[in-house]
């Protein structure tokens, strides 16, 4: 058998000591997790862009203006109302759909 390398001692010295301990280490290792979980509770997400830009930043700053003036709001809603409630899923109404909603992509 060839000599034991560094990595070879210490993977002894490892399962020396787990097997040796094992209440040590089972208690060292609940310790770690609660720790963990008890900082997890100040973990937060930030899903706003303007975040990754500073206040001075020009790109933000003419988005704000542009926002100011315009309307911050990002949504449209478009109704389609047939005539009758058995005409909703005609040919001519799904075209319809199809239509308002290729040219919505469109829009500004």
């Known amino acids: 058998m060839s000599n034991p390398t560094s990595l070879d001692s210490?993977?002894?010295r490892y399962t020396t000591f787990v097997t040796t301990r094992p209440w040590l280490v089972t208690t060292s290792c609940l310790l770690?997790?609660?720790m963990l979980v008890a900082g997890s509770s100040k973990l937060t997400t930030n899903n706003d862009f303007r975040a990754f830009f500073g206040a001075d930043n020009p790109e933000l700053a003419a988005l704000e203006d542009f926002e100011a003036r315009y309307e911050r709001q990002q949504n449209v809603l478009m109704?389609?109302?047939p005539t009758s409630p058995d005409?909703?899923?005609?040919p001519d109404n799904l075209r319809l759909v199809h239509?308002?909603?290729a040219l919505g992509w469109q829009a500004p």
Do not use: W
């Open 79 to 81: 109704v389609v109302l």
């Open 99 to 101: 239509e308002l909603t």
């Open 10 to 12: 210490f993977g002894l």
């Open 87 to 90: 005409d909703v899923f005609t």
């Open 32 to 34: 770690v997790v609660l």
